[in-house]
């Protein structure tokens, strides 16, 4: 195995899919409820929905980029959702991997 090989195999599996989804079901555990809690006041009922929303297309993207093999964009997608559970990074349930450097 090349070196390059190797490098392409370890970015692959620190952006596979099911890391995506254990990062959003995180992510959901945090919004869903808000959004359930009906009704929310005014902008800030709004603004649950906005992140909600922003965390699917980001889950989106980033299938659509791993289709591709578009690595710098689907480390952008991993990058923006890492920003967001950032968020948390004090809840006992956020992974030190999601932590940006």
Same mark, same amino acid.
């Given at each position: 195995?090349? @070196?390059?090989?190797?490098?392409? $195999?370890?970015?692959?599996? $620190?952006?596979?899919?099911? /890391?995506?989804? $254990?990062?959003?079901?995180?992510?959901?555990?945090?919004?869903? =409820?808000?959004?359930?809690? /009906? =009704? %929310?006041?005014?902008?800030?009922? /709004?603004?649950?929905?906005?992140?909600?929303? %922003? %965390?699917?297309?980001?889950?989106?993207?980033?299938?659509?980029?791993?289709?591709?093999?578009?690595?710098?964009?689907?480390?952008?997608?991993?990058?923006?959702?890492?920003?967001?559970?950032?968020? +948390?990074?004090?809840? =006992?349930?956020?992974? $030190?991997? +999601? @932590?940006?450097?």
């Amino acid at each position: 195995m090349d @070196e390059e090989y190797g490098v392409a $195999e370890e970015f692959g599996s $620190e952006f596979s899919e099911e /890391r995506f989804a $254990e990062l959003a079901r995180f992510l959901f555990a945090r919004t869903d =409820p808000l959004l359930l809690e /009906r =009704p %929310v006041a005014g902008g800030a009922g /709004r603004a649950v929905q906005a992140l909600n929303d %922003v %965390v699917r297309v980001l889950l989106g993207q980033a299938r659509a980029f791993r289709e591709w093999d578009n690595e710098p964009a689907l480390a952008g997608a991993w990058d923006a959702l890492c920003v967001i559970a950032g968020q +948390w990074r004090h809840d =006992p349930d956020f992974l $030190e991997v +999601w @932590e940006l450097d």
